[in-house]
């Protein structure tokens, strides 16, 4: 499984917010836009916070997408 925030950063521009805004806007950490801008693992209240300061959904900052070569079957 592939958890991507691309859509997310899509979802920002078409805001006109940039990072520095949705940490102060989410009372968010650096370090949290930093693992979010390398697609690394961040904590689920990071994300509903982010949610919450976008008025959005959580399939509306992130993706998740299966590895799997079978099919998904």
Known sequence: M????NI???LLI???IKRTELKT???ISTNAIAKLGK????ALETLAKI??????ELSDI???TSDRDDGGK
């Open 39 to 42: 697609n690394e693992t961040v």
């Open 25 to 27: 806007l989410a009372g």
């Open 62 to 64: 992130i993706e998740v």
């Open 14 to 16: 078409d805001k006109d």
């Open 51 to 56: 949610c919450a300061a976008l008025k959005c």
């Open 8 to 10: 997310l950063w899509k």
């Open 2 to 5: 592939t958890i991507s925030h």
